[in-house]
């Protein structure tokens, strides 16, 4: 099992609808949840960061966190195609020096 | 805030060359720096960790002599890729944090070609 999972993709959805991104992690003892955007030839750019089970909103991003489900989502409301990129998520465990494991990304359409 | 450079953005080299990629950050005291590489369509793949002051821990796979890794301060990495062939061709990310269980922050990135 990997330790951070997200499905490939690719999603597609329609101009000013939600998308809806989903990973799940391993490690019970997580602790840190980040979501990072990267676009096609640029490297990746922190959205959003959640420790704490719920929702956190910032603007059209939205994480939600599920701790005992070993869940985390990131939906984006009113999609823009400028939002058509690679969303990789990242989750902390604290054991090791590299602490921050990486999925291997999900890759989103937003078509216009 | 939370601003790591990376230089060069492009190297176009012969093979054989010795290539260094610098990161720093700008705004920030970076504990840890990580280096990434990417292949076209690919994920990211961890290379090294580095912490400032000590020897750089390597992914298993990855040659510590063949890709050089020196973090001497808080602000700056440096990867040197020695004798680059073909093959080493791709994509190289450095990231920084400034403490466990913070945030990475991204460099832009080197693309390297060997020819």
């Known amino acids: 099992q990997k330790e951070v999972e997200q499905n490939s993709g690719p999603l597609s959805v329609p101009e000013g609808a939600i998308a809806s991104l989903n990973c799940t992690y391993s490690?019970?003892?997580?602790?840190?949840f980040f979501w990072y955007r990267q676009y096609s030839g640029k490297s990746p750019e922190l959205i959003m960061f959640?420790?704490?089970?719920g929702d956190k909103e910032d603007g059209r991003f939205t994480a939600q966190l599920n701790k005992a489900s070993q869940y985390v989502s990131l939906l984006i409301r009113d999609s823009q195609p400028s939002d058509s990129a690679t969303y990789l998520c990242?989750?902390?465990?604290?054991?090791?020096?590299?602490?921050?494991?990486f999925g291997a990304g999900t890759r989103l359409t937003v078509k216009p | 805030g939370a601003v790591v450079s990376q230089h060069p953005s492009r190297v176009i080299c012969k093979s054989g060359t010795s290539v260094k990629i610098e990161c720093r950050s700008l705004?920030?005291?970076?504990?840890?720096m990580f280096w990434y590489r990417q292949f076209p369509k690919q994920s990211l793949m961890l290379m090294a960790t580095?912490?400032?002051?000590?020897?750089?821990?390597?992914e298993q796979g990855v040659e510590k002599d063949k890709f050089l890794i020196n973090h001497a301060s808080l602000t700056l990495s440096t990867l040197t890729v020695t004798s680059a062939h073909p093959e080493d061709s791709s994509f190289y990310i450095c990231?920084?944090?400034?403490?466990?269980?913070?945030?990475?922050?991204f460099g832009d990135g080197t693309r390297l070609s060997i020819l």
């Open positions: 990231s920084a944090r400034d403490g466990l269980g913070q945030p990475q922050h």
């Open positions: 490690d019970r003892g997580s602790q840190s």
């Open positions: 959640i420790y704490s089970n």
């Open positions: 990242a989750v902390n465990t604290p054991y090791n020096n590299n602490d921050m494991r």
């Open positions: 705004d920030f005291q970076a504990t840890t």
């Open positions: 580095s912490n400032e002051g000590s020897k750089a821990t390597y």
